[in-house]
């Protein structure tokens, strides 16, 4: 007796996606298709960039009509997901990585969407403090702090450029740690406990360094985010000036109506 399910690879798809759909389920075989394509893409079986091909190379490897496949990919495109090339076929584009406005680590909030980020340690030393950050610590002017530059990934690809100021007797800050975890988790495990931020979100024009490290265009347009977090006590224990992707990445806000 022959299965109901008809497994195939197109193509231009990496060798490890399977995609397979079930004729006898009530679920519109284009919907199935678009599911199994937008999880792949959510996992990371297909990464931005990716080929899938064209309709109909798609349509004949599937066994599925060209219409049922056509309307699973714009579907998708609609999303965003996946765009058409003339020439080249359908790819998968680079997706926001939407994050809520709230007292966490962009490592933490990476990690829970399951974007695998990871860490580069650019710069982490002790210097003076510039007059905003110790006036935002409350500490003297050029007072030694701890400064860390990092660059956050996601699959590879960098994300946001932070730059963190904590007070200098505040806590031991290892390379390795900082690259293995987010600063935030690396402080909750000395005993530090957060509870509460003042921040401001803007945008910029990237500088030259900055938008480099991005992997930008020069001038590019950047997300800005700037945070005095505090501990349990209220003293503040932290000062982040980061810039992100805005071609990558949103703040999300949630409104109330104030009664």
């Known amino acids: 007796m022959p299965s109901r399910y008809a497994p195939s690879v197109p193509k231009h798809e990496p060798a490890q996606l399977r995609l397979a759909v079930d004729r006898a389920s009530p679920v519109p075989l284009y919907f199935q298709l678009a599911r199994q394509l937008e999880a792949a893409i959510e996992d990371g079986?297909?990464?931005?960039?990716?080929?899938?091909?064209?309709?109909?190379?798609?349509?004949?490897?599937?066994?599925?009509?060209?219409?049922?496949?056509?309307?699973?990919?714009?579907?998708?495109?609609?999303?965003?997901?996946?765009?058409r090339r003339r020439g080249v076929g359908t790819q998968v584009v680079h997706t926001d990585v939407a994050r809520p406005l709230e007292l966490s680590s962009l490592y933490d909030d990476l990690a829970a969407a399951g974007l695998h980020p990871t860490t580069r340690v650019l710069h982490n030393t002790r210097g003076p403090a510039p007059a905003e950050v110790a006036a935002a610590l409350g500490l003297p002017e050029s007072c030694q702090v701890s400064v860390v530059h990092r660059l956050r990934l996601t699959r590879g690809e960098p994300m946001a450029y932070l730059c963190n100021y904590l007070p200098s007797d505040l806590l031991e800050l290892p390379t390795a740690e900082l690259e293995s975890s987010g600063l935030y988790a690396l402080m909750r495990r000395h005993g530090i406990t957060l509870h509460s931020a003042q921040q401001s979100v803007g945008a910029r024009s990237g500088s030259a360094e900055e938008c480099g490290l991005l992997g930008e265009p020069a001038g590019a347009a950047l997300l800005t985010m700037r945070r005095i977090s505090y501990d349990d006590r209220g003293r503040p224990v932290e000062y982040g000036a980061h810039v992100y992707r805005a071609s990558r990445y949103t703040f999300e806000f949630r409104l109330l109506v104030r009664g």
């Open 45 to 83: 079986a297909l990464t931005p960039g990716s080929l899938l091909g064209n309709e109909i190379e798609l349509a004949a490897s599937l066994g599925l009509s060209r219409p049922t496949v056509r309307q699973a990919i714009r579907s998708l495109v609609d999303k965003g997901l996946l765009v």
